[in-house]
């Protein structure tokens, strides 16, 4: 398919120029006009690109992009990255906050499907766009369970405190860094916070708010919004898709 019109469907679908972000999102860097593969990837540095090109990849889909803040030198270890896509005409599309808060195939959305919770809200702005869900239970289970799900449909969290009731039945959802959220969660009535990393700093405050807290790691929390926007892709256009996991162990 002409890479153009998946360009445009993924920037209308995920309303690129609307969410406001640390980096400019979408075709981040313009390779080959035909798209037949795509491959979902977290991440966009160098090991993640040779994998994709292992894999003949024409377009690599990612949540971390090469593009943050301020221009940057195309020199050192960031232009042989760059070069490296050009040489092999290789395009990289990157979605970050609009992918978190994409209320179908987006992180939190796609966390709370998985786990078989219903989104009831949305919470925690960032840069203007509430990017957490707040979901909820039918009958209530409990913590243990749902850690098991989230083992048995994300991945094997880092850590988990049950610092709340045993029961959960309110669950706030925020992929990557949400520990400075623990407060807010508990604030909206949260039983247990699922979220991606933590710091030391914020270890005691599940504790001192007697809420659960599940870390998932921040890049196992975020691999399943490319996994589910790049399944989508392929039943719409009849593209292949490929995630390929490489976890960073954070």
């Not at 920037?11 to 080959?32: A, F, K, M, V």
């Not at 540095?45 to 221009?71: S, Y």
């Amino acid at each position: 398919m002409q890479r153009e019109t998946l360009v445009r469907y993924l920037d209308d679908t995920l309303r690129i120029s609307d969410i406001e972000d640390y980096g400019p999102q979408g075709l981040q860097i313009e390779g080959r006009t035909q798209v037949e593969k795509i491959v979902g990837l977290v991440d966009a540095h160098l090991p993640c690109v040779h994998a994709a090109l292992e894999r003949d990849a024409d377009l690599m889909l990612v949540h971390h992009g090469i593009l943050w803040g301020g221009a940057q030198p195309l020199a050192g270890s960031y232009g042989r990255l760059v070069r490296t896509f050009i040489e092999n005409d290789l395009n990289l599309y990157a979605a970050h906050l609009p992918l978190d808060a994409h209320p179908q195939w987006g992180n939190n959305a796609e966390l709370a499907r998985r786990l078989g919770l219903t989104i009831i809200d949305w919470w925690a702005n960032v840069k203007g766009t509430p990017l957490a869900v707040l979901a909820e239970y039918e009958e209530p289970v409990a913590f243990s369970e749902l850690v098991a799900r989230f083992e048995e449909q994300v991945g094997s969290p880092q850590l988990t405190q049950a610092e709340g009731p045993q029961m959960v039945r309110t669950v706030g959802i925020l992929s990557g860094f949400g520990a400075d959220k623990i407060s807010d969660a508990a604030s909206l009535g949260c039983d247990a916070y699922v979220t991606g990393e933590t710091s030391h700093a914020q270890y005691y405050d599940a504790a001192n708010t007697g809420i659960n807290l599940l870390y998932g790691g921040h890049y196992t929390s975020e691999t399943v919004g490319v996994q589910a926007l790049g399944e989508h892709l392929a039943q719409r256009f009849s593209v292949a898709f490929e995630f390929v996991d490489l976890p960073t162990g954070l």
